[in-house]
């Protein structure tokens, strides 16, 4: 019964691809660089290996992606094709909700879920979750080794993408002494830094900076300067002319204050009746994750995110008395 199934080896995640011959990839909705790397270094594996492969999202890859080669191969859920494959293999997504109508094409096939989010449900028939890895891009470069393929240009690539996007260019508390050594193989095959880095941390649309500047408007900050939040809405969203992919990384604006430990981001653009609450935490004493998986949400010790149901007011006042125990060390649940 998937949901009851125990974490297993990456040796059991190499039988299994060996095994079957065709494989829907898919991962979370609303995609970054870590799951678009992933999944398309996913691909190459699988194209090495002769393998039949499909690639499908619930959402379009963010337009600031479309430099990385293959990315058009990345489809959204038709109701007209039919989808003919024997596994699905879901990455960087720690719940099945996440990936919304993809689930309804992979119905009652069987699953690989491959993830290192330290919430991850285990949903699938075998899940590979690894959260001390920085990304699922660095748990892909464990995969390609243990499956024998080569590391060429494109995965090396697909991977670099992904690791960067997770560690925030190597500069997050889950960059490791292995993230690195991957790194350093990865530049070897031709990876360039340079352009990685300026497409995904350099790229905003003028849209997005108006945005930007709305938000930062509503930055509060607790008595003690060590809780600092913001909010987005409809109106801001109308107003800049930008769209959610263009909010990608706003609420770290709040945590790069001096002397903030949590920050969090309001939304209320996600889903009708509900508020969506980004975390980011500085130190790993800080476990934002705790506090969204109290709201059915979950992440990593740094940085996590839910959906809560309720207006923009009462929602951020639940929010932050949880954060405040947080701070004070007062939180020991999960």
């Known amino acids: 019964m998937k949901g009851k199934k125990m974490l297993t080896s990456i040796k059991k995640v190499c039988d299994a691809i060996k095994k079957n011959k065709s494989f829907l990839i898919t991962a979370h909705y609303d995609p970054e660089g870590d799951s678009l790397g992933s999944q398309l270094a996913m691909a190459e594996i699988l194209r090495q290996l002769g393998k039949k492969y499909v690639i499908v999202n619930y959402d379009k890859p963010p337009a600031r992606y479309d430099f990385v080669k293959n990315i058009k191969k990345i489809e959204l859920p038709s109701q007209k094709r039919r989808y003919n494959f024997d596994m699905a293999l879901v990455l960087d997504c720690p719940v099945i909700a996440r990936i919304k109508d993809v689930a309804k094409i992979i119905g009652k096939k069987p699953m690989i879920n491959i993830d290192h989010h330290v919430s991850n449900r285990n949903f699938a028939d075998i899940n590979y979750v690894q959260p001390s890895a920085s990304s699922a891009g660095e748990i892909m470069y464990d995969l390609a080794v243990a499956l024998g393929c080569k590391i060429n240009k494109d995965l090396a690539a697909y991977i670099y993408l ?22 350093a193989e990865l530049l070897k095959y031709g990876v360039d830094p340079k352009q990685m880095y300026e497409n995904i941390y350099e790229s905003h649309t003028l849209a997005g900076r108006k945005l930007l500047g709305l938000c930062l408007e509503t930055l ?91 207006n923009m007011k009462s929602v951020k006042n639940k929010i932050i008395k949880e954060a405040r125990k947080v701070i004070d060390g007062r939180r020991t649940d999960n």
Do not use: P
């Not at 769209?243 to 981001?265: C, M, Q, Y």
């Not at 980011?280 to 994750?289: A, E, F, Q, T």
């Open 162 to 183: 992904a690791i960067i996007a997770d560690t925030g260019c190597f500069k997050y508390s889950n960059t490791t002494s292995k993230t690195m050594y991957i790194a």
């Open 220 to 310: 509060k900050v607790s008595k003690d300067g060590k809780i600092a939040w913001m909010r987005l809405t409809k109106a801001m969203f109308k107003k800049a002319g930008a769209t959610s992919h263009d909010s990608e990384n706003f609420v770290n604006f709040a945590r790069f204050i001096d002397g903030v430990k949590i920050a969090v981001l309001f939304g209320d653009n996600t889903k009708q009746g509900f508020i969506k609450v980004n975390f980011r935490s500085n130190g790993k004493w800080m476990d934002v994750n705790r506090i969204a998986s109290s709201f059915g949400g979950g992440g990593h010790v740094s940085a996590s995110g839910c959906l809560v149901k309720g």
